[in-house]
Every structure is written in structure tokens, then in C-alpha cells.
């Protein structure tokens, strides 16, 4: 019987082959930091106990906490009036902690831009009275709302925007300087599939959330930043855990946080602070390597007859591309023969069928050409 993987496209890292791991979330994570965290599972750093056993408030992890912390901080420039949380419940559960510590129970607005601030919008209605200021549900979410379209409303407690829609494939590629729109609250993004793509403008925000599962490591942890002047205003019914000033004020150790995974979300910074491209380094570097694989992708994608993408190409994502095939009849034919090759996990959302390439930090610019290949040479065999 014919292995599903054999002659597929690999990564290497010495004498390690591994497919190319396409998924949207949970996400491929650097073949380096797992053969790390594998060494040090049982014993780390010689303290005779692996970071799941270990106590939260001991010197060994929160060591491991600090240094996680530090290096986020440093590789996203946030100033030291922001405060970092290491928070549960992922993106989602962030769709009702942000409204219940930020909006008063009165009005917010919410540009809409596809699948995950549509979500943020409904779940925001349970504590608030949302409105939306801007929508592209028009153009079927394929582009993102020009800011200066927005109807923004004086009375709002704050702006929610997803700067980079998973599912349809659209980021926002410049944050709005909401203070030169005469806007006078703050600005919370929603970063998940683009944290530490990027750098980021702190000027123009008031709070970002990010679940890791893209770019940061496992599921089940969260990072919020928020800034200071911003705490303290939690409803009644938000739960002590969900408090940000609680939380801030405990250095996310209220209750017991997701210890693993903030240890992996560390090893997964000290990744980033290693990379290189040129003179570039960290995020940085990143960027350049990310806007790399990504133009490969989108040209090859728009120079055929028989792949197509349908997102304006000055909203398209960085992170993840969504694309059809002309023929959707071959589209598990498709699916099949990329698994053969190794190239794992291209199905679209549910929601909106066809392909989707989710192309993080942790996907090298190898995975991007083999896949630039195989799309070549299907096209040349089906058509």
C-alpha cells in the first residue's frame, strides 16, 4: 500500500522531514522549538520537573513568565503604559471579556469585515448596545471597509475592528488614526492571525487581543494588551478572572493561567528574536519574509486560469489565502493529491468552501514554493 506521504514536500532540520502544515489554527509551529520543548518535557533546565508540574508561583515558572512577557513586550515595541495579559478562553471568549471591561453597557461600534467581527458583533450584544459603523457585507466580505466610510458614533465607548479576517482572507494593512477622524475612543483590534506578522502603531490602539494558536504557539492561551487608562471599568457581572484590573493586578496569576502554553508562546519569542532577512531582524525580518511568501503565492494564483482569488488585492491578508479552483468538481481530487505531496490541510472554511492557505510565521518560504508547484503542475494536468 502506497504511503499518503511519500514523495512529499518537507522541511528539514538536520535529519527531520516533516509535510508543510497549511492549517489555519491550531497552526504549524517551528520544527525548533518543538524538538525543544520535546527535550526539556520531562526535566527543564535541570530543576528536576517538567513545566506542566510545576507550581504557577514558583521561581521556575515565573521566571519563564517574565521572560515570556519581556520578550513580547520588546519584539512589539508596546510601551510600558500598556499591560500584557496572559489570559483563557481564546479570541472568542475575548468577544465578550472586552465588552464587559470596556463598554459601560452603552453604545460601541464595530466595522465588519467578515466571519470573526461579525461574531464579535453578535456576542458584544449580550452586554452592550453595539452598532456598525462600516460593513462589507456587500462585496460578500471581500475587501475591507475604507475608514473614510465609517459612520462613527460620538457616544461610543470604543471601535472594534478585526485587522485580519481568517476565514475571508482580508486584513487591514494600516490602522485608522481614529484621533484624526475627530474619534475620540479607543481602538480594539482583534490580531489573532496576524500577531507578530507586523509591527504595530500603539498609538492608534487602546487594547489588542490575540489567541495563540497562529502565531504564538498551542491553543488555550491569550494575550491581551491593554492600555492603562482603559482599566477599572468592568461590569458588574464580569467575572473576577475575566477583570483586566484583576487580572493586571495579579501579573496574570489570579488564578491559575495556562502555564504550558505561555512556556511555548516564550520559545516561540526566542524564534522570533533569532530570525534574519538581510539587516533585518524579529519582527521585522518577519514581515519582509511573510510579504515574500505571499506575493509568490498571490501571483502565481492571479496568473491562472484555473485558481482564483476574489479578495481586493489591496485587502488581501498576509496570513491567510483563500482561493477556488474554476472547476469545484475536482476539489477533492485536489485536496487528495496535495496530501500526497505533503501539503497539508488547504480546505476552506466551511463557510465559504474552496481553499485556504494559511501561511503564518512558522511556514517557511519552502512551503510556499512547493506549494506554488504543485498548484502549476495540477492546473497543467487538469487542464
Request: hydrophobic share 40%.
Amino acid at each position: 500500500m502506497r504511503s499518503p506521504l511519500k514523495d512529499f514536500a518537507f522541511s528539514t532540520s538536520k535529519d527531520t522531514m516533516r509535510p508543510f502544515n497549511f492549517s489555519a489554527g491550531p497552526a504549524t509551529i517551528p520544527l525548533e522549538v518543538l524538538n525543544r520543548a520535546a527535550q526539556e518535557m520531562s526535566n527543564w533546565h535541570g530543576c528536576g520537573m517538567g513545566v506542566m508540574e510545576m507550581s504557577h508561583r514558583g521561581k521556575e515558572f515565573i521566571s519563564i513568565y517574565e521572560q515570556a512577557e519581556r520578550l513580547f513586550r520588546s519584539l512589539l515595541s508596546i510601551p510600558l503604559e500598556f499591560k500584557i495579559l496572559f489570559m483563557q478562553g481564546g479570541g472568542l471568549a475575548e468577544n465578550a471579556i472586552v465588552p464587559m471591561n470596556l463598554s459601560r453597557s452603552l453604545e460601541v461600534d464595530f466595522v465588519l469585515s467578515g466571519s470573526w467581527s461579525e461574531k464579535s458583533f453578535k456576542e458584544a450584544k449580550r452586554y452592550c448596545s453595539p452598532k456598525v459603523a462600516a460593513s462589507s457585507e456587500s462585496s460578500e466580505f471581500h475587501d475591507f471597509p475604507d475608514p473614510s466610510t465609517w459612520q462613527l458614533n460620538a457616544k461610543a465607548q470604543y471601535l472594534h475592528i478585526c485587522t485580519n479576517e481568517t476565514i475571508h482572507g482580508v486584513e487591514c494593512h494600516d490602522l485608522p488614526d481614529l484621533k484624526a477622524m475627530g474619534y475620540n475612543a479607543p481602538l480594539v483590534i482583534d490580531f489573532s492571525s496576524h500577531v507578530l506578522s507586523k509591527p504595530v502603531d500603539w498609538s492608534r490602539v487602546g487594547l489588542a487581543f490575540a489567541g495563540a494558536q497562529k502565531n504564538i504557539g498551542p491553543a488555550g492561551l491569550t494575550l491581551v494588551v491593554v492600555r492603562e487608562d482603559l482599566l477599572g471599568h468592568a461590569l458588574a457581572i464580569c467575572p473576577s478572572a475575566f477583570d483586566y484590573t484583576t487580572v493586571a493586578k495579579n501579573s496574570s496569576m489570579y488564578n491559575t493561567p495556562p502555564t504550558y502554553g505561555i512556556y511555548m508562546a516564550g520559545l516561540i519569542f526566542e524564534w522570533i528574536k533569532e530570525q534574519r532577512e538581510g539587516e533585518l531582524s524579529g519582527v521585522q525580518a518577519l514581515q519582509k519574509r511573510n510579504q515574500d511568501k505571499a506575493r509568490l503565492l498571490y501571483e502565481t494564483i492571479d496568473a491562472s486560469n484555473f485558481f482564483s482569488n476574489p479578495v481586493a488585492p489591496h485587502a488581501r491578508s498576509l496570513m491567510n489565502v483563500p482561493f477556488f479552483l474554476k472547476d469545484p468538481s475536482k476539489d477533492a481530487l485536489f485536496l487528495s493529491q496535495a496530501n500526497e505531496r505533503g501539503l497539508l490541510q488547504l480546505k476552506g472554511h466551511k463557510s465559504v468552501g474552496g481553499m485556504r492557505a494559511s501561511i503564518y510565521n512558522a511556514m517557511p518560504l519552502e512551503g510556499v514554493q512547493a506549494l506554488v508547484a504543485f498548484l502549476k503542475e495540477f492546473e497543467a494536468t487538469q487542464t
